[in-house]
């Protein structure tokens, strides 16, 4: 039976509005759990990979090259039938923010420590799985890379949605390695580590994201302003 958590949510005005403070909180763990693979300082994630080797042959930096990248994944959602909602956008403009906040809070120096290294980064796929799991539930659309995770996901219907990420992320690291970008021990955990731990962190939740009906920013404007459909 599909869960109430994972059906598109209805009540107007006050769920949109709930929702976005959902999002909010979401995308806030999201990037604690983003920070704390920074800090564990052993290797950049499969997407970082990819927008460091896209610089090294293009004359964009580092900087515009993952912009412009987290552009044309939008567009393939977009083709591939997601859509684009308030989720989308507060994603776009908050989590990077967060991420930096975290960052600029941190007291501890900076970690040298394989094994610390290591627990860190795997603290950190938790706290995005969670953080992914509460902002997706307000069904309002998903960023860039996880809206291809989940058109992706629907397309492969009996896998796992974990095992669907490993697959994407290494083809992400595998083109960033041949544009050579810089791999590190901390890419390839990161790399099949962050969807196994989705996997686990979902299955204990008995959440799947394929199940989710979102709206997008016309659809919730409307319920804002009660303009929605019988």
Known sequence: MQSPSV?????????????????????????????????????????????????????????????????????????????????????????????QFFNDLNPLPENHSLPAGILSILAGLVFMAVGQWIYMRAAQGCGPRDSLLIALGKRLPSVPIGFVQVGLWAVVLLTGWLLGGPIGIGTIIGTFGAGIVMQIVFSIIRFEPREIIHRNIVESAAELTGRQGS
Not at 16 to 36: E, M, P, S, T
Not at 70 to 99: H, P, Q, R, S, Y
Request: contains cysteine; hydrophobic residues 50%; positive net charge.
């Open 7 to 99: 059906m598109k949510q209805s009540g107007g005005r006050s769920t949109v509005i709930k929702g976005w403070g959902r999002i909010v909180a979401g995308l806030f763990i999201f990037a604690f759990g983003v920070h704390l693979t920074i800090y564990a300082n052993i290797g950049l994630a499969a997407w970082d990979c990819l927008g460091m080797g896209i610089s090294y042959h293009t004359p964009m930096n580092y900087g515009i090259s993952m912009t412009v990248m987290a552009v044309c994944i939008l567009v393939i959602d977009v083709l591939m039938g997601e859509k684009i909602g308030f989720g989308t956008v507060l994603d776009a403009l908050l989590t990077g923010n967060f991420v």
